[in-house]
């Protein structure tokens, strides 16, 4: 009978990302400030995002406090081509590594 309910719990670990399946890992140290990620606005031909309604999307850190980038652009595997976007950094507040989804892709965070 048990066999039967392995597979239910083993079900939410199907969408779990760790680090080493991450996109890329950002490193930095406490108090160092390096980019993180960049956003690009809702459409393909969109301008780029203030740093208001960035922060409105990105998912909260707790070993980074995110701050303005400025204007930036990067090529959107959405829209097939280099798009403008506001580039979002991250100082490191306190050591240890997560892994956090924005709108480029999984990004792994190591502050030591």
């Keep these: 009978m048990y066999h ?3 597979p239910l719990l083993l079900f939410p670990l199907a969408g779990c990302v760790s680090a080493s399946s991450a996109d890329v890992t950002r490193e930095l140290a406490v108090g160092q400030t390096a980019h993180i990620t960049a956003y690009r606005g809702d459409g393909c031909n969109a301008p780029a995002p203030s740093f208001e309604a960035v922060m409105r999307r990105i998912p909260k850190s707790d070993l980074v406090r995110y701050s303005d980038g400025g204007l930036s652009s990067r ?3 959405q829209c097939k ?3 403008p976007t506001r580039a979002v950094n991250g100082t490191g507040i306190k050591a240890g590594s997560e ?3 924005y ?3 999984t990004v792994a965070i190591v502050v030591k």
Excluded: D, F
């Design 99 to 101: 892994v956090k989804r």
């Design 103 to 105: 709108q480029s892709g």
């Design 75 to 77: 090529v959107s595997n």
């Design 4 to 6: 039967r309910l392995a």
């Design 81 to 83: 081509k280099r798009v």
